[in-house]
């Protein structure tokens, strides 16, 4: 039997929004996602991709159908606003019964619905049906590193005018090669490091420049975008050398901190050098092994 855990509103974000080629919501073992209020609620509006979950006329909550639970990397159960674990609201009942299937955890919105549409707004629906291509084509929104804040993109989400309004990003950093800014963006407001995605590429020199230009334009209502072609390693490596320099955490924890976010991270080792460099720099001393295989 899985284990009940509470997960924050930006994990949900997060859950929603890997991919690679395609969105992995696309996965059939991914995501379970249910929605433990009533059907007229649901009706009206949920998050984006979930089922409602049936129950039966005793109102005990049924499992979902043509879902594996057991395989299942991430079933998410949310209500009007559950907050705690120790309630007995819909969303812990439906919960409890799906984590006697479950392999992995089994996680309970935490603020359900209303916190999570007040964050995300842009992810409300009444869709209730999606076509396996309607799933492929989900357009992912970046990675949120920094609650409303700092965010960990690539290049087609730097140019979507949409995405650009409701992330209130104000200031990007163009990690890449490319200079060039789509027609459709409306940010004025751009560093451009221009360094190929190797090994033998220094960033490291352009890591104080980076951390000042978010530190100028983070605030409240306004949000930073950091982005490279994929958003896997130039960018990563940016956004880690930033969690060092503002949150002084060490490598080993802005890695683990972003490897949450966004599992598919993956700066090449020329990066990995620099930011232990910069570790050293910043803290005054090495306090991560990068010889270990983890990096």
């Keep these: 039997m899985a284990h009940l855990v509470l997960c924050k509103p930006t994990e949900l974000y997060?859950?929603?929004n890997q991919s690679t080629v395609f969105s992995r919501l696309a996965e059939p073992n991914y995501l379970c996602l249910l929605d433990a209020r009533s059907k007229r609620e649901y009706n009206e509006s949920h998050i984006v991709t979930a089922r409602r979950a049936k129950q039966d006329k005793d109102e005990n909550f049924l499992l979902p159908e043509s879902v594996e639970l057991e395989c299942v990397r991430y079933c998410v159960v949310?209500?009007?606003?559950?907050?705690?674990?120790?309630?007995?609201?819909?969303?812990?009942?439906c919960a409890?019964?799906?984590?006697?299937?479950?392999?992995?955890?089994?996680?309970?919105l935490e603020g359900g619905y209303e916190r999570f549409s007040a964050y995300y707004h842009f992810f409300r629906s009444q869709k209730v049906f999606w076509m396996p291509q309607e799933i492929e084509e989900f357009l992912s929104?970046?990675?949120?590193?920094l609650p409303g804040l700092l965010y960990l993109g690539d290049q087609r989400q730097a140019n979507d005018r949409h995405i650009?309004?409701?992330l209130k990003i104000k200031a990007q950093i163009n990690v890449s090669l490319d200079p060039d800014k789509s027609l459709s963006s409306a940010v004025h407001n751009e560093l451009h490091i221009p360094v190929m995605d190797s090994c033998e590429s220094d960033l490291?020199?352009?890591f104080s420049r980076a951390c000042e230009f978010i530190d100028m334009y983070m605030g409240p209502n306004s949000a930073v975008l950091?982005?490279?072609?994929?958003?896997i390693s130039r960018s990563s490596t940016v956004v880690i050398a930033y969690l060092i320099y503002c949150k002084q955490y060490s490598l080993k924890e802005a890695w683990t901190h972003i490897l949450k976010c966004k599992p598919n991270m993956r700066p090449n080792r020329g990066f990995v050098k620099q930011l232990s460099d910069w570790e050293n720099r910043i803290l005054g001393e090495q306090r991560t092994d990068i010889a270990d295989p983890h990096y």
């Design 96 to 108: 409890r019964v799906m984590a006697q299937v479950c392999r992995y955890t089994v996680l309970v």
């Design 204 to 206: 490291f020199q352009f």
């Design 226 to 231: 950091v982005f490279s072609k994929l958003g």
């Design 14 to 16: 997060n859950i929603l």
């Design 164 to 166: 650009q309004k409701d």
């Design 78 to 93: 949310y209500d009007g606003n559950t907050s705690s674990l120790n309630e007995t609201g819909p969303a812990i009942k």
């Design 141 to 145: 929104y970046p990675i949120e590193i």
